[in-house]
C-alpha cells in the first residue's frame, strides 16, 4: 500500500496555495469530512488562517456568541452547523499534524460540545422567557435547567463523532410568572425539547449531534426533565446497578451548574456505596453478558471499542474498582478515565507497569478512534475495508503498511483482554494460598503412590486411586494439553482449590469428578478459568451445585456461559423472582434485533440461566416442590410467547397477515394449549412440552393479504413448524425443549394445527376417554386471547357433559393396565407408572372430576391435579381426608422425581416417605376401582 493520498481535483488554485500556506494538504488529502465541509463553507480556510482564542468552552463559546442575537431558528441551526464543523476541522487538523495531545483534542472536543449544548440552551431559554416569563418556585426564587452530560461527554473525553448522552433537571416545581403562565414542567420541557431540536435535527448543514436521553430515569418511557426530588426518589427506589455506571461520569454542562454539582453530591451516595461494595461483582454477569450480545448481534468482533481488547473494555477495568472502592476512596471518584487510573494505580489496585501500559493502550485506541471517525465524520470504531480510506488511515497513523498497524491494533488488544481477564472478576485469590495448598503437589503429579494415598484419606477421599486416575486423566486431556502458558498457570492455581473444595463434601469423589468435568470443558477459554481463578465465591458456588446434581453439572460443563451466573453472591439466597423473567427476557431480545440465529441463542441462554437459578434455590431449600414447578412453567409460558411472536413476525413480514371473511373480515386468532405438565402447572427439570396448536380463521376467504399470500391454513401451519423449529433445534447453545404435539385430534396422523370448531367437534365426536382426560390438564399459554377465552369456554363445556361413571371407570382402568404393560425398567418410569405412582394419583383425580363435572363444574376448572383435588374436595365429592392425603402424597412424589432429576439416579433406594406416599395411593386406588 504506497499510494499517498491525494488532493481532490475540484480545488482552485487560490485554495490550494492558501492550503500549503495552512499546512493543511495532509489533513485535506486524508479526510473526506473536511473536504465536504471546505466545499460547503467556502469561509472555513479564511477562519482557520484567523481563528484565535482558548479552545475551552468558554473560548470557543466566545468566538459563537453572535448567534445568540439572532430570532430566526433557521439562522441559529445553521449557525451551530457552521461552528460545529469549523471547530471539528480546526481540532482535527492541530490533532494529525503533531500540535495537540490526545488530551488537548479529546478536551477541545468536550469543550465544543459543552459550549453548542450551552449556546442552544440559552437561545432557547431565551425565546421561553420572552413569551412566558421566568420559571419560579413556591417562594419565587428563580429556576433554570440543568442539564447533565454522561458518558465520555462527562468523563471530559468526548470522541470526534461522539452522540451526546443527557439528562435534563430542574431544582422544584412553581410556575412561570409571565401572562402566559406555565408550571415548571412544562415549561423545561419546552426547553429540553427545543435544545434537542437545535442539536439533535438533520438539515441541509448536516446534525451538530446525536441527542441520546435513553440514560434518564425511567428511560425513553420516562418524563423527560424531573425535578430534583423526582430524581432522588427514582435512584433510591429503582435505581439499577448500570445507572451506577452511567453516573460515575456524570457532570453538568449547560444551564445552573452551580445547581447541577449540588444534585450531583446528593446522588453520590447511589452510585459510591460507603462499604466495600463486592456486590458489584452480582451485576458484572448483566454488565458481561450485555457487551457480549451487543457484540454478537452486530458482528463486532473486531470492533476497537465493543470487541474483545478494546476501549470499553478498559474502561470497565477502571470502573469495577470505583464502584468497589470509591465509597472509601476519593482518588477514584473521578470523572475521567486517566485521573480514574491514576487514582486505582496510587492506591495500589493496580500495578504502576500495569498502569502505564493500560493508559497507553487507552492512548492508542482513542486517538485510533478518533482518525477513523475523522475519515467520514461517522460513528464507526471499525478498521476501514476501503483501499483509499486505508490509505488515508495509515497517513494519519504515521504508519507505512496496513499489516503493521494491523499488527500494533492486534498487539494492544491481546494485552486489553488479558488485563481484562485478571482483575474483571473481581478481588484475587492470593497466590501463595494457591502454592501453598496441601493438594498443589498432588495436582502437579509430584507425589508418590504412598505419599498421595495418605493426603487424600486423610482429607476426606476413600477413593485414592479413583482421585489420581481422575487427575491423570485431567492433566493429559486435550483441552488441557492444548493450553498455553497463561492458561496453564491458571489451570495449577485452581486445581489445589477445587480439590480441597471437593475434599470438604460429603461426596468428596462425585465432586471432584464433576467439577473436573468442568474444568476440563473451559481449559481452553482462559476467561472461565480467570473467573474461578479470582473470584471464590463463584468456585464455592460451583462446587456445592456439583456436589448436590450431576445433573447441574452437566449442564455447566455444556454451557460454560453458566459460570457467569455463579458469581452472584445471592445465588443459593434468595430464590428467583418470577416478577423479573420478562423484563430479563425482553432486554436480552431487545439487543438481537431481527437475527433469528442470536434470538434463538438469546432464549437458550436466558433460558438455562434462569433454570439454574431455580436449582440452586431448590438446592439451598429456598423453593418448595410447588415453587420449583411454578418458576419452570412460567419460564417455558414466557419463551413460548416470545417464540410465538418471533415467528410470527417473520411470516407476516413474508406473507402478510392472515385474514377470513365469516362474514365480517377480522384478522383470525392462533393459540398455543399446553397440556402435560406444563398445562398443569406441574412442569419439571427437563420436562418435554406436549403442545396443541390451533386457530379460529373460518369462512370462504381466507388468506393472508401480503403481496406473496398463502392460504390462512398454511400461514398457521408454518407458524407451528417454525415455532417447533426455535423451540427443539440444538444450536450451539443447546436446546429449548423437546416437543411432543401427538396430543392434538387423530394424533400424529392428523393435521398439525387445528380450526377450533374441528377441535371440538373432535372432542365431542370422536375422543377418547383418556383425550378427555388429557383435556382435564389443557390450558392455552399463549396467543390471541379472544381465542383463549373460546378455547377455555370449550374445554369447559367438553368436559362437563354427562357421562356414565361405569363406563368412565372401566376406560380408565383399561387405560392404567395398558401403560403397566408397556413400562420398561431402568427409565425412571416406576415413580410414576409402578402401582401407587403419580400416574395413580392423577388417574383417581380425573375419574372423579370426569365423573362429578356435570353437576359440579367446578371441579374442571382448573389444569392441576391439587385444584382439581381441593374443588373435588370442596363440592363434596371425595371426603375431605382423602383429599388431603393425595395431595401430600401427591407432593411427596413430585418433590422425590425432582431429586432424583437433580441427582442424576432414576434407581436410587425409595426414601421411606416416598415408599409410605405411594402405598396411599395405592390404597385409594383399590378402594376407588376394586
Not at 415549561?187 to 435535527?201: K, P
Not at 452480582?282 to 452486530?298: C, H, N, T, Y
Not at 473481581?426 to 494457591?434: F, R
Not at 425443549?737 to 372432542?763: H, I, K
Request: proline content about 3%; overall charge negative; some cysteine.
Amino acid at each position: 500500500m504506497n499510494d499517498t493520498p491525494r488532493l481532490p481535483d475540484w480545488l482552485s488554485d487560490a485554495q490550494r496555495t492558501q492550503l500549503g500556506s495552512l499546512g493543511l494538504e495532509s489533513l485535506l488529502s486524508c479526510s473526506p469530512y473536511v473536504q465536504s465541509v471546505l466545499r460547503r463553507d467556502e469561509g472555513l480556510l479564511d477562519w482557520l488562517e484567523q481563528a484565535q482564542g482558548a479552545r475551552t468552552a468558554d473560548g470557543i463559546r466566545a468566538r459563537w456568541q453572535h448567534l445568540l442575537e439572532s430570532e430566526d431558528e433557521a439562522a441559529v441551526m445553521a449557525g451551530l452547523r457552521v461552528a460545529r464543523n469549523r471547530e471539528m476541522v480546526l481540532t482535527l487538523w492541530r490533532d494529525i499534524s503533531g500540535q495537540d495531545s490526545l488530551s488537548d483534542t479529546l478536551g477541545a472536543l468536550t469543550a465544543l460540545a459543552d459550549a453548542l449544548i450551552g449556546l442552544a440552551h440559552d437561545w432557547s431559554r431565551a425565546r421561553l422567557l420572552a413569551r412566558h416569563g421566568c420559571p419560579r418556585n413556591g417562594a419565587g426564587k428563580e429556576q433554570s435547567l440543568i442539564v447533565l452530560g454522561l458518558g465520555k461527554l462527562g468523563g471530559g473525553e468526548l470522541n470526534f463523532s461522539s452522540d451526546v448522552d443527557l439528562i435534563f433537571a430542574f431544582p422544584e416545581g412553581g410556575e412561570t410568572d409571565g401572562e402566559r403562565a406555565l408550571d415548571n414542567e412544562t415549561f423545561f420541557t419546552r426547553l429540553g425539547r427545543q435544545i434537542i431540536r437545535l442539536l439533535d435535527e438533520v438539515t441541509a448543514d448536516g446534525q451538530v449531534y446525536r441527542v441520546d436521553m435513553r440514560l434518564r430515569p425511567f428511560g425513553a418511557s420516562g418524563p423527560l426533565v424531573m425535578n430534583f426530588s423526582g430524581i432522588e426518589t427514582y435512584y433510591q427506589l429503582h435505581g439499577r446497578e448500570w445507572e451506577r455506571y452511567a453516573l460515575i461520569k456524570a457532570r453538568p454542562v449547560a444551564g445552573d451548574i452551580q445547581a447541577g454539582e449540588s444534585l450531583l453530591r446528593e446522588l453520590q451516595p447511589f452510585v459510591y456505596r460507603r462499604y466495600l461494595d463486592y456486590s458489584v461483582f452480582g451485576s458484572l454477569r448483566d454488565m458481561k453478558q450485555g457487551i457480549r450480545r451487543e457484540v454478537r448481534r452486530k458482528g463486532l468482533e473486531d470492533n476497537i471499542k465493543l470487541g474483545r481488547g478494546g476501549i470499553r473494555e478498559i474502561e470497565f477495568i477502571v470502573q469495577l474498582f470505583q464502584l468497589i472502592r470509591g465509597g472509601r476512596e476519593a482518588e477514584l471518584r473521578q470523572r475521567s478515565l486517566r485521573s480514574a487510573l491514576e487514582g486505582a494505580v496510587q492506591n495500589g489496585h493496580i500495578a504502576a507497569a500495569d498502569g502505564e501500559r493500560l493508559q497507553a493502550h487507552y492512548d492508542f485506541l482513542r486517538r485510533l478512534e478518533n482518525r477513523i471517525q475523522g475519515l467520514h465524520d461517522a460513528q464507526t470504531h471499525d478498521l476501514p475495508d476501503d483501499a483509499a480510506d486505508r490509505e488515508r488511515l495509515l497517513a494519519m497513523m504515521g504508519m507505512r503498511s496496513w499489516p503493521e498497524l494491523e499488527n500494533q491494533v492486534a498487539e494492544v488488544r491481546r494485552e486489553v483482554g488479558e488485563a481484562f481477564d485478571d482483575v474483571f472478576v473481581g478481588p484475587a485469590l492470593p497466590e501463595e494460598q494457591a502454592a501453598g495448598n496441601a493438594f498443589d503437589d498432588l495436582w502437579r503429579d509430584r507425589l508418590d503412590e504412598a505419599a498421595a494415598e495418605k493426603l487424600l484419606r486423610r482429607t476426606g477421599f476413600a477413593d485414592a486411586a479413583r482421585v489420581r486416575d481422575l487427575l491423570s486423566k485431567l492433566r493429559e486431556s486435550r483441552p488441557v494439553q492444548r493450553m498455553g502458558e497463561r492458561g496453564r498457570k491458571r489451570i495449577d492455581r485452581l486445581m489445589p482449590s477445587v480439590l480441597l473444595l471437593a475434599a470438604s463434601k460429603d461426596n468428596a469423589e462425585a465432586t471432584l469428578q464433576r467439577m473436573a468435568s468442568v474444568v476440563e470443558a473451559i481449559a481452553t477459554r482462559t476467561a472461565y478459568l480467570a473467573l474461578l481463578v479470582e473470584n471464590p465465591r463463584a468456585l464455592e458456588h460451583l462446587g456445592r451445585l456439583c456436589a448436590a446434581s450431576p445433573w447441574a453439572a452437566e449442564r455447566i460443563a455444556r454451557h460454560p456461559l453458566l459460570l457467569d451466573e455463579l458469581i452472584d453472591p445471592r445465588i443459593f439466597q434468595e430464590s428467583p423472582e418470577p416478577e423479573a423473567y420478562a423484563r430479563e427476557l425482553d432486554e436480552l431480545l431487545n439487543g438481537c434485533g431481527d437475527d433469528l440465529e442470536r434470538l434463538m441463542d438469546a432464549l437458550r441462554e436466558f433460558q438455562q440461566a434462569t433454570v439454574l437459578r431455580v436449582v440452586a434455590a431448590d438446592i439451598a431449600g429456598a423453593l418448595e416442590v410447588g415453587e420449583v414447578s411454578d418458576r419452570l412453567t412460567l419460564l417455558a409460558e414466557l419463551i413460548l410467547q416470545r417464540v410465538l411472536g418471533i415467528a410470527r413476525r417473520a411470516l407476516v413480514e413474508r406473507h402478510g397477515h392472515p385474514r377470513c371473511e365469516d362474514p365480517d373480515a377480522r384478522e383470525p386468532g392462533f393459540i398455543i394449549v399446553a397440556y402435560g405438565k406444563l398445562g398443569s402447572i406441574e412442569l419439571a427439570y427437563g420436562s418435554d412440552l406436549d403442545l396443541v396448536f390451533l386457530h379460529d380463521s373460518r369462512g370462504e376467504a381466507q388468506q393472508t393479504d401480503g403481496e406473496r399470500s398463502v392460504d390462512n391454513g398454511l400461514f398457521f401451519a408454518r407458524l407451528a413448524q417454525r415455532i417447533i423449529h426455535q423451540l427443539a433445534t440444538p444450536t450451539p447453545a443447546g436446546r429449548l425443549y423437546e416437543v411432543d404435539t401427538r396430543l392434538r385430534p387423530s394424533g400424529a396422523s392428523g393435521l398439525l394445527v387445528s380450526g377450533l370448531e374441528a377441535f371440538v367437534d373432535y372432542q365431542r365426536e370422536k375422543a377418547w376417554t383418556w383425550e378427555h382426560q388429557a383435556l382435564m390438564r389443557a390450558r392455552p399459554v399463549a396467543g390471541d386471547e379472544a381465542l383463549q377465552a373460546a378455547f377455555r369456554e370449550a374445554r369447559q363445556a367438553i368436559l362437563c357433559r354427562a357421562r356414565d361413571h361405569a363406563g368412565l371407570k372401566k376406560d380408565i382402568v383399561a387405560m392404567r393396565e395398558r401403560m403397566l404393560a408397556e413400562q420398561t425398567s431402568g427409565d425412571g418410569a416406576d415413580l410414576k407408572r409402578s402401582s401407587g405412582g403419580l400416574v395413580d394419583a392423577e388417574f383417581l383425580v380425573q375419574y372423579w372430576a370426569l365423573a362429578h363435572a356435570a353437576e359440579h363444574p367446578a371441579v374442571v376448572a382448573g389444569t392441576g391435579m391439587v385444584e382439581h383435588l381441593r374443588a373435588l374436595k370442596e363440592a363434596g365429592c371425595i371426603e375431605a381426608d382423602v383429599a388431603q392425603q393425595l395431595e401430600k402424597a401427591a407432593y411427596t412424589l413430585r418433590g422425590e422425581l425432582h431429586a432424583r432429576t437433580l441427582a442424576g439416579n432414576r434407581e436410587r433406594p425409595l426414601p421411606h416417605a416416598v415408599q409410605a406416599a405411594m402405598s396411599t395411593v395405592a390404597g385409594i386406588w383399590h378402594a376407588t376401582f376394586d
